[in-house]
């Protein structure tokens, strides 16, 4: 296994792997269920060829894994970066299983990809794109067998794609096939915000037990995307004040508070937080290690490596992002006594919502977005509790106690189930 080093970012699918083997140690886990869980159930890579705006036809690759469906059908989102890899998707794709696990939702888990660069592709070659990746898959996805959503560069107009090609080769409309889609189509009100919501309400939780008062406190968002916007836009109603936010094209901090509705308006007008009036350019690390009360990592894996994890003057650390911090720096925040929120538990009220998107397509049924709103705060509550009680329990921090919480589980289901034939 290779070394983790600050220079060096571990591989996310190993990384994955140790959390579980941790876990494992705590659940007393026998070894077979420990195999079956270490490794994914089907793992699919495609070659996409797509015409380009230009003539040209570029051959793309796309993978989609499906870890363990023990829990009902696999689920999870469709990430397009020209940094994918395989490893990186098995990783998102345990992840979503321990996710919808510790919200305790009937799914097992899954993740796509596709390797490229939709910044710089056209409306119309990514629609080909997605297209032909939903054909490629569609013998595999449907709404009893494994649900795609949103994920890093896809949205609705991606779900609505992949609604509409998988329904053309199935002969029929099948909206529970995707969830995350447009409100239109059958998508849910509530879903795009969902994310940064349910991480808010983390948030608030984790602020109780550290007995912080959330009207005093400040936060810095790193990766201002779809979570990371609307968790600063949502939790600022609650009294915290932003400080600092960043994105792929830099870092800013402020000694004013941001409002971060103004923020959002300034990114959407620009395309980056970098240039926000009254703002200083700053690089990722002052950023991470700035002293506020709440820092969220909202972007990708790998961002807290032991290096930034030393310096991190943040008491709660929410993960909007999936995997931001790296096995070694949860040690050092740990030792710091920094009350990390697990991307597991913090980010799963965007799956919880997908889930009330589904059954409102399974059942014909349409809820308010206060009501799809109060039913993601009682399920991610409920979560927190569960994990937070498993960590007091066991006396671990709350990233092994919500894998604690999330492995048992799937174990549990695994082993009932036994093994076919
Ligand atoms: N991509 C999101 C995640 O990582 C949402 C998944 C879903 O709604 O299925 O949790």
Not at 321 to 342: C, M, S, Y
Not at 343 to 366: C, F, K, M, P
Request: aromatic share 8%; net charge positive; with cysteine.
């Amino acid at each position: 296994m290779m070394k983790e080093t600050s220079q060096v970012k571990p591989n996310p699918f190993e990384s994955a792997t140790q959390q579980l083997r941790n876990a494992a140690g705590y659940l007393k886990l026998d070894e077979d269920t420990f195999q079956i869980l270490s490794a994914p159930k089907r793992q699919l890579i495609v070659s996409l060829p797509v015409r380009m705006d230009n003539g040209s036809v570029r051959v793309f690759t796309g993978y989609r894994v499906q870890y363990n469906d023990a829990r009902g059908p696999f689920k999870g989102g469709i990430r397009y970066h020209p940094g994918v890899t395989l490893d990186e998707v098995k990783a998102l794709s345990a992840w979503m299983t321990w996710k919808t696990s510790v919200a305790d939702i009937p799914y097992g888990g899954a993740k796509g990809g596709i390797i490229c660069d939709p910044k710089h592709m056209s409306q119309p070659e990514l629609e080909r794109l997605t297209r032909r990746y939903a054909a490629a898959i569609a013998p595999f996805i449907g709404p009893y067998k494994d649900i795609p959503a949103p994920d890093v560069y896809t949205n609705a107009q991606t779900m609505a794609w992949i609604l509409d090609t998988y329904s053309a080769l199935e002969g029929h409309m099948s909206p529970g096939v995707v969830t995350g889609k447009p409100v239109p189509l059958g998508g849910s009100l509530g879903r795009d915000k969902a994310t940064g919501r349910g991480a808010v309400f983390c948030t608030i939780e984790a602020a109780k037990v550290n007995k912080i008062d959330l009207k005093k406190a400040t936060f810095a968002v790193e990766g201002f995307g779809n979570a990371g916007s609307n968790y600063a836009e949502i939790l600022q109603g609650y009294g915290p004040r932003l400080m600092g936010a960043s994105d792929s094209q830099g870092a800013i901090t402020s000694k004013t508070p941001i409002d971060a509705s103004k923020l959002i308006a300034y990114k959407e007008r620009t395309g980056s937080v970098v240039g926000f009036p009254g703002s200083q350019k700053a690089s990722e690390r002052e950023l991470l290690q700035m002293d506020v009360d709440v820092l969220s990592p909202a972007a990708l894996e790998n961002t807290i490596l032991p290096e930034i994890a030393k310096g991190v003057k943040a008491k709660i650390v929410t993960e909007c992002a999936n995997g931001p911090t790296t096995p070694e720096a949860d040690k050092i925040l740990h030792a710091n006594k920094v009350f990390v929120i697990p991307d597991i538990l913090a980010n799963s009220g965007g799956v919880i919502v997908s889930y009330l998107e589904w059954v409102q397509n399974l059942e014909r049924i349409g809820w308010t977005e206060t009501e799809v709103n109060d039913m993601l705060k009682k399920k991610i509550t409920g979560a927190f509790g569960d994990v937070h009680a498993a960590s007091l329990k066991h006396g671990t921090d709350m990233r092994t106690a919500a894998m604690i919480v999330a492995v048992g589980r799937v174990a549990d289901a695994v082993r009932t189930l036994g093994i076919f034939p």
